[in-house]
């Protein structure tokens, strides 16, 4: 970065202790020489997962020089637990030292803001950059290697192994399954997501029939021993009877023949959609983001994209696609199809007349209807990004905690794998209320109809679980909670927000066709704010805070795009590179504060800099 300022690392501290380090805890004095780069996650959170990818290639790049470190720092309830992280680790291959911090104690420490935020750490032991969000790799890229020469120079870079100690495997035919289906022969069809498989299932549900896919990630089609999957999720049938299969990490969907063996894809380019890219056309050549379910629905197969938090639809007919509900802003807004917001929607079921969304990160079950000629989504449970728990009841005060799959039932109600509560939950439209049928279920993330029975991806124990549809729920006493983060103290009147956006060496923000940079704030309740909400392009704004509300919580989207300015390196000629490569940084926060006398009246939020 251009400007560094001089701050000392605070130490890495948290009461989950250590993982992937083979029993050793890990202090900033024992990295003391490398780079060190902290991974502020959580395990829920889609745009976390992305960055997981974003980092293996410069974790395998530098090896030597570079050691990343996740902070793993819970939203809900459930990821505070230590063996759901260290499941977590596992499941999502991350391969490096994680720091479980339940309380976020070294999140604290580092005023850390949002997921997910990386900070780099100099071999000397001084902070020298953040970014929140996704998109940094590049800018990452750079800055690493400036760092590698500064202390190779100055003799302070320690080159070496690193402490990574992989855990031991353990074996079962099913790791961290994602979705099953019903096949017409009554096996099952289920994501074996860990080891980016399909793996079909004998109807007892255990019985392995084959595996599809060569077990390695990859975004390769073929026959099933030759094909290969990035963690994949959901599955749905298709009218030709082939199975739609939504490739998640590969931003993909593929097609599944169960006759034939055969994996093909149909639509996605292997690379994630950013800001900007379309949003329809031929279904080969636009980029998805993180698809994780699917289901057929009013005549289209309807993709449920949770990296962009909306809805997009494949007609195979014209082999196209296109962005079918949400706005890609995150939260609970209800409404016309276009103008809907949704937090990570990772489960679909369609009925006749309704299409049923486990919306995870708002702990909601929305759905989707015809509406004259268009279609209007709307809540049956849920109330928005920071309020969830186990409460039964009236849906309007029921509660649940990142559901991942919902089912229909033939009786018109609807299954809900309510994910990190462990539990089985119902909700019936024709009375309004929400009821448990199962607990002691392992963040089960999906379930299929069999034979009358229920059968749940219990997803944490690695099975699927057959259950009767019980008569009556099960009693579980209700609990409720709120993300555990505390609220930043702001002055009533005017509140100043910052973004703070500096464009990494060696680039500039790209101005070639407009404004680089987008702002979008809003704020929950609608009344805190009294003006400054909406859209702009500049990343400063004044906010108005009403009178009267005392407490609430700020949505700020923020994006900027840089690309490589080909005039500051020597030796180039201007305007030399006609087609300069190009980096989109975007990242939204939601930030809980509390209005009061003496509080500050600046907020600044770091997308990729340093506050200065």
């Known amino acids: 970065m251009a400007s560094r300022a001089r701050v ?9 202790g250590w993982l ?65 992280v260290v499941d977590a680790v596992e499941r999502y291959e991350v391969h490096h030292p994680v720091l479980d911090d339940p309380e976020l104690a070294t999140w604290k420490q580092y005023a850390v803001r949002a997921w997910p935020t990386l900070v780099v750490i100099d ?40 402490p990574y100690v992989p855990p031991e495997p353990v074996p079962t035919e099913l790791r961290f399954p994602g979705k099953a289906l019903s096949l017409p022969g009554g096996t099952f069809l289920v ?18 029939v084959r595996r599809i896919g ?44 169960p006759a034939t063996g055969e994996v093909t894809t149909l639509a996605g380019t292997g690379r994630q ?86 919306d995870s990160e708002t702990s909601a079950v929305r759905y989707v209807e015809r509406d004259g000629k268009g279609f209007t989504v709307r809540t049956a449970v849920g109330t928005g990004l920071f309020d969830f728990g186990h409460r039964d009841g009236a849906a309007d005060q029921a509660l649940l905690q990142h559901p991942l799959g919902v089912t229909a039932l033939p009786d018109g109600s609807v299954a809900i794998s309510d994910t990190y509560n462990h539990a089985l939950r119902r909700y019936d439209p024709a009375t309004g209320e929400v009821s448990t049928l199962a607990t002691d279920l392992r963040e089960p993330s999906g379930a299929v109809l069999a034979d009358g029975d229920i059968v ?59 404004p680089s940079t987008r702002l979008l704030v809003s704020s929950t309740p609608p009344e805190l704010l009294a003006g400054g909400d909406g859209a702009g392009t500049d990343l400063n704004r004044e906010l108005v805070l009403a009178e009267g509300v005392t407490e609430g ?31 989109v940084h975007q990242q939204d926060w939601g930030v809980p504060v509390r209005i009061t006398e003496g509080g500050a009246n600046r907020l600044p939020l770091v997308l990729a800099g340093m506050d200065d």
């Open 8 to 16: 000392r690392a605070p130490e890495l501290i948290g009461r989950g």
């Open 20 to 84: 992937n380090t083979g029993g050793t805890d890990l202090t900033l004095t024992d990295l003391r020489g490398r780079i060190v780069v902290l991974d502020f996650w959580t395990f829920c959170c889609v745009n976390c997962l992305h960055v997981l990818d974003e980092l293996r290639e410069l974790e395998e790049k530098h090896r030597d020089t570079v050691v990343i470190v996740g902070v793993h720092s819970p939203k809900f309830v459930h990821e505070a637990e230590h063996q759901a």
């Open 123 to 162: 071999p000397e032991g001084y902070v020298v950059a953040q970014h929140a969000g996704e998109g940094h790799a590049h800018a990452l890229e750079t800055l690493v290697g400036q760092l590698e020469a500064e202390h190779a120079a100055k003799g302070t870079l320690r080159r070496g192994d690193g």
């Open 191 to 208: 994501s074996d997501t860990t080891r980016h498989q399909l793996v079909e299932l004998a109807a007892d549900g255990e019985s392995v």
């Open 214 to 257: 060569a077990g390695e990630r990859g975004l390769t089609d073929g026959t099933g021993e030759r094909a290969r999957f990035s963690e994949p999720q959901g599955l749905a049938p298709l009218p030709d009877g082939t199975v739609a299969v939504a490739d998640t990490v590969n931003h993909a969907l593929r097609r599944f023949d």
């Open 273 to 358: 959609w950013w800001q900007g890219s379309p949003t329809e056309g031929p279904a080969r050549e636009v980029d998805l983001s993180s698809p994780w379910d699917v289901a057929w629905f009013a005549d289209r197969l309807w993709i449920a994209m949770a990296g962009v938090h909306q809805l997009w639809t494949y007609d195979p007919e014209a082999g196209t696609v296109r962005a079918a509900a949400g706005t890609t802003n995150e939260g609970l807004v209800d409404g016309p199809a276009e103008e809907a917001w949704f937090a990570q929607p990772s489960g679909l079921a369609a009925t006749g007349d309704r299409l049923w969304i486990a």
């Open 456 to 514: 749940v991806v219990e997803s944490a124990r690695h099975r699927l679980t057959r259950l009767r549809l019980p008569g009556e729920a099960v009693r579980v006493e209700a609990v409720a909670h709120r993300t555990q983060r505390a609220a930043t103290d702001i002055a009533p009147g005017t509140l100043r927000l910052d973004v703070v956006f500096q464009a990494p060496e060696g680039q500039k923000l790209d101005t070639r066709y407009g």
């Open 553 to 583: 919580v700020l949505h700020v989207s923020a994006m900027a795009a840089s690309c490589d300015d080909t005039d500051s390196h020597s030796g180039s000629a201007a305007g030399a590179n006609e087609y300069p490569a190009c980096h």
